[in-house]
Structures are given as C-alpha cells and as structure tokens.
C-alpha cells in the first residue's frame, strides 16, 4: 500500500503540488486564525483559575448533565466557543499537569468536537447558503449532537480529581513563551495532516470517476471544508445539501479527528471508539432532523 501511495504521488506529483497549496491557503485563511489565538486565549485563562470560576457557575450544570468533575467544564465551554482541535489542545494540556486521568480525557473527547461558530454561520450560512438563520440553526444542531454524545456517555463514571489551582505559578511572560510555541507546534500537525487528506481526496478525484454526491460525502468525510463547499454546489434540493453539511460537521472528518489524535499521541486515546460513536451519532442526529423536517411540513 505504501509503494502504491508512493508511486500514485510520484506520478500525480502536479496534484501533489496543487494540494500542497490549497491546503495551506485554507489553513492559514481558515483554520490558523481560530485556532492560534484561542490556544494562546486559552492558557491565559487556564493561568488566571478561570476554570475555578466556570466550576462554581455554569460548571456545576455541566456536571450533572454528562456526570463529569466540574473542573473540567472548562474543555466543554472552551471547545464550543472555538472549534476543534482545540478539545485535544486543552485535554492534553490536563492531562499533562495529572489534572484529568486518561479515562475521563477519552469520555470527553467524544463530545466536545465543536465546528468554528464563524465557519458554520459566517461561511456555510452566510457565503455559501445566504442565510444568518441557516448557519445558526446549522451550529445548533451541532451543539444538540455533542450534548445528546455527552448524555449518552454519563454512564462511564469519571475518577474524582483534587481542586485545580495554580498557586506555584511560573512567570506570566514564561507562560506565555511556552504557549506561542505550543500554539506553533500544534498548528504544524494541524496543517500536516490537512495536506496529507487534500492529496488523498483530489489523488481519489483523479482516478475514481463516481456520482458526484457520494464524491461529496467522501471529501467531506475526509476533509471537512472541502467536502462542504463541494455539497453546496451540488445541483439537488437545497434540504438535502444541508442534511448532508449537517452530517460532515458532526462527524468532524477523518482529518479533524486525527489532527486530534496526533495531539494526544502520547496517551493512549480510544479512536476506534470516537470514530464509531461520532459516526453513529452524526447519522442519528441527521435521520432525527429529516424526520422533523418532513413532520412540520
């Protein structure tokens, strides 16, 4: 397979090149300016016991709703307000400081693989389906999958964890130092594994002539951004292309999801489990939609 592969990029080495640089004006549009900040965002807030403040408010809901520590509320709150991979940046940051155990990082994981609030309403919504209400709506269905996996996973009992509070600090500006480079090496795996997906799926365009839907799903299932552009141009009733949006963006795609696993490759992450649950899930909350749908109308 390897020799295949090999020799597939040998021989497409233009589609190479092109995917190279696709990949890389996405990332550095796209995905660089949500998610560099916030890791950097995040750290700070992290240094200054934010999440002693989100335990004692909103933290206490949360954990009675996916029966978790309140501690680690804040790996909810943060993923939804950014997009993923920041969940793996977060969880893995807890996990270094003996914060989480490895048990609770695999639960939460599952359910806190957010889309970019801006990608889902200012891209989906607003450029591609001229509509603010769409990409709301579109985000909020988002939101109801994560909570409906977290809800699902309560049974799976978490190991209590002493009270978080960073009361031997390092320098704040040394802090900060270690977050730039993290927020930089992190976002070198995020672009790695946004190339490699790129060039499979136009690779897979190349050779594999099918119905350009089921092409559309592939894409989307391999890298999101591109499978969702691909679907809004598809020349079917408007439901069916967001059903369709709807699903790759529950599912996160097999590039998101790894990005996440690359993060974590030092701890013993279930991805066998995230794939199968988010899968399941992603065609539950699509059939639970269509069913809806066809009941108003």
């Known amino acids: ?22 990949a890389s004006i996405l990332f550095f549009n796209k995905v660089f300016i949500s998610i560099f900040p916030f890791i ?54 807890m996990l270094d400081n003996n914060e989480i155990d490895l048990k609770t990082a695999n639960k939460i994981i599952n359910y806190t693989y957010f889309p970019s609030i801006s990608f889902v309403v200012g891209v989906i919504g607003v450029s591609l389906y001229k509509s603010l209400k769409i990409g709301l709506i579109l985000w909020l269905c988002c939101l109801i999958y994560n909570v409906l996996i977290g809800i699902y996973l309560r049974k799976e009992k978490y190991i209590k964890i002493n009270d978080i509070n960073n009361t031997n600090k390092e320098d704040f500006f040394s802090m900060l130092k270690k ?16 190339i490699v997906f790129t060039i499979i799926i136009n690779i897979l365009k190349e050779y594999v002539n099918i119905n350009p839907i089921i092409m559309s799903l592939i894409s989307g299932t391999f890298e999101m951004t591109s499978g969702i552009i691909d679907i809004s141009k598809l020349n079917i009733n408007v439901f069916y292309r967001l059903i369709m949006t709807l699903f790759i963006l529950t599912f996160s795609s097999l590039s998101i999801i790894f990005q996440s696993k690359s993060i974590l490759s030092e701890y013993k992450i279930n ?22 749908f066809y009941f108003c109308s």
Do not use: Q, R, W
């Open 40 to 93: 950097i965002l995040s750290d700070i807030l992290i240094y200054f016991n934010y999440h002693i403040f989100l335990k004692n408010t909103i933290g206490k809901f949360i954990s009675k709703l996916f029966d978790i520590d309140p501690n680690t509320s804040i790996i909810f709150i943060l993923s939804m307000l950014t997009s993923a991979p920041t969940n793996a940046v977060i969880i893995k940051d």
């Open 1 to 22: 397979m390897l020799t295949l592969l090999i020799i597939l990029f040998v021989l497409n080495i233009n589609i190479v090149l092109i995917s190279t640089k696709e």
């Open 179 to 194: 977050s730039f480079y993290k927020g930089i090496n992190t976002s070198i795996i995020i672009l790695s594994n946004l």
């Open 271 to 292: 991805i066998k489990k995230t794939l199968i649950i988010k899968l399941v899930f992603s065609i539950i909350i699509c059939l639970l939609i269509t069913i809806c």
